[in-house]
């Protein structure tokens, strides 16, 4: 709910703080006093546009903060939390509008800087204000359908067919991105068949390119290692080559080791290790120098699969390592068209049963629609009589969509249609209503959408504030005390602030406020004060006889104040 209202240098406020309850608040006050500026600077807080029109004479800046009081559950808090913006689930939401006397605007949210459009949109979930200029709200006929969901407490029914709907566009996206695939699949048949089979008769492998490189470097320089691998072994064999001389010199220490005391036993070791490793060494190099001289026509072998390997990378646009992949799917995307039509017939089966769940669901609260909506026409008609709209007609229109135009809420448009006069057609509630015929429209609306207690509602609309801004303009008596007594009704399920001119309507508050102008010297400031009982029923007795206060006034005052239970 709204809780407070700051308000800094806009118009004729030079300073003003207000803090609001809960229930039904009246707002009265002359003509001219200033409760329209009240609704400005609101409405600047709530991201209506504002110009340097509002800032006080003088001032460099007019400020403007409304606090909100709401519960962690609040859908503006979820709101918030997407745009980082979510302060503790105790904390109130601030928002907050600076304008300064050159028409530049500035917009917070708990001191954080914020896009004007950031308030626009939390104001319109935040405060509904109904009045002769309405700008969203019921008047916005893309919430009828919602309210009408909301009345028939068909809210559970229009979660299912959106979740149906999801999962028929998800079906419908697979179909076509298969079909899609399908498509260019078949325009690059010729040439997948043709890479496919010259990849496959190429094969490659990955890390061949390195290791083919490699061998084709050594093989390059074969020769200067065949002459050194001789020059080797040429050495290694020369005279008893130097394993027999490492042999030799074994025996003639071995000879003699007895009478060495093992003295030169770590000597004969080392020479038995050495001749090993002579022996392999020698073995190394004649297989070495063997693999060469059979190696002959390697060298040009290795650069024709290097140079295929390349060019065929080349061609494809992609690293030679990845050729394997490439031919992997080459292949894949063939078999996709071989195996194409049975594919889609599956996508397309998917697709229909998708569509037929969404659409039976659909239709079912189509059905569940058109039924609440006769019942909510019921009690909106006699709604309409004591608010002197006995000659209007209200109704609901429920009518199916084309099947491009069915959403995730449905297959139906839903529209509130009124007609003011006799034998007139019916329009659009926003283009037939006027001045105060719109207000008690949106009045008798919310009283019949009002959602009982025991359906589980709290707030009125959904939305915890609502505003009607002179909804008893043209009326009085009787009407107007029927206007005083809707209001209260709504106000048990939401918080209602209601501008007013009429003392039938301000006698039901709960809460009452006076706008003034006061005069001090050449200055004039709008001020608001807080109404106690006896000052209550002055400002009732005012409202009843004009200017002058008679003790007549004031007897009329008691008892409209006894009728409503002040």
């Known amino acids: 709910m709204l809780q407070g209202l700051s308000i800094r240098d806009v118009v004729l406020i030079d300073r003003l703080d207000l803090g609001f309850e809960t229930g039904l608040s009246a707002l009265t006050g002359e003509t001219g006093a200033g409760k329209s500026i009240l609704l400005d600077a609101l409405g600047l807080a709530l991201g209506a546009r504002g110009d340097a029109g509002l800032v006080a004479k003088g001032a460099a ?11 962690g559950k609040h859908p503006v808090r979820a709101l918030l939390a997407e745009r980082g913006l979510a302060p503790d689930a105790e904390e109130l939401i601030i928002l907050r509008r600076v304008i300064g006397a050159d028409g530049r605007s500035r917009a917070f949210v708990n001191d954080q800087p914020v896009p004007v459009g950031t308030l626009r949109e939390l104001g319109h979930r935040l405060v509904e204000i109904h009045g002769q200029f309405d700008t969203h709200g019921l008047l916005d006929a893309s919430t009828h359908r919602g309210a009408l969901d909301t009345f028939g407490v068909l809210g559970g029914e229009a979660d299912q067919v959106a979740t149906l709907h999801a999962a028929w566009r998800q079906a419908v996206t697979a179909e076509e991105e298969a079909r899609e695939r399908a498509a260019k699949a078949a325009t690059d048949e010729a040439f997948l068949r043709h890479a496919v089979e010259e990849l496959e008769q190429l094969d490659p492998k990955p890390g061949e390119e390195t290791e083919l490189a490699q061998r084709r470097a050594m093989l390059a320089a074969r020769e200067k290692l065949v002459e050194a691998l001789a020059a080797a072994r040429a050495d290694l064999a020369a005279g008893k080559g130097v394993e027999g001389a490492l042999r030799g010199a074994e025996r003639h220490l071995a000879r003699v080791a007895p009478q060495a005391m093992g003295k030169i036993d770590r000597a004969l070791a080392a020479l038995d290790r050495a001749a090993i490793e002579a022996a392999d060494a020698m073995a190394e190099v004649e297989a070495l120098e063997n693999a060469l001289d059979l190696d002959t026509g390697d060298l040009e072998s290795a650069e024709e699969r290097l140079f295929a390997l390349r060019a065929a990378a080349r061609k494809h646009r992609v690293e030679v ?66 608010l002197k709209l006995d000659k209007a007609k209200f109704r609901t229109r429920v009518e199916e969509l084309p099947e491009a135009s069915w959403s995730a809420s449905g297959l139906d448009r839903v529209a509130f249609e009124v007609a003011t006069n006799p034998g007139a057609d ?20 919310k009283v019949a959408l009002r959602v009982p207690a025991d359906r589980g509602a709290r707030k009125a609309g959904g939305l915890p504030t609502l505003i009607f801004d002179e909804v008893d303009s043209g009326i009085g008596g009787a009407v107007a005390a029927a206007v005083g007594e809707r209001l209260v009704v709504l106000a048990e399920s939401a918080q209602i602030l209601v501008v007013t001119h009429s003392p039938q309507v301000a006698a039901k508050a709960q809460h009452h406020w006076r706008v003034i102008k006061k005069t001090a010297g050449r200055t004039v400031a709008t001020a608001v004060d807080a109404l106690d009982a006896k000052a209550r029923r002055e400002e009732i007795a005012r409202m009843l006889s004009g200017a002058s206060v008679t003790e007549a006034a004031r007897a009329a005052a008691d008892d409209l104040l006894a009728g409503a239970g002040a």
């Open 61 to 71: 800046q007019a400020s403007v903060s409304a606090s909100f009081a709401l519960d």
């Open 321 to 386: 390592d990845r050729l394997a992949d490439l031919k992997a799917e080459f292949a894949a995307r063939l078999a996709t068209l071989d195996d194409g039509e049975e594919g889609l017939k599956r996508l397309a089966t998917a697709t229909a049963k998708a569509r037929a769940a969404y659409a039976e669901a659909a239709r079912a609260l189509s059905v569940n629609r058109r039924t609440a909506a006769q019942k909510l026409d019921k009690a909106i008609a006699k709604e309409l009589p004591p």
């Open 426 to 445: 019916l329009g659009p509630i926003d283009r037939i209503a006027s001045g105060g015929e719109l207000a008690r429209f949106m009045l008798a609306l």
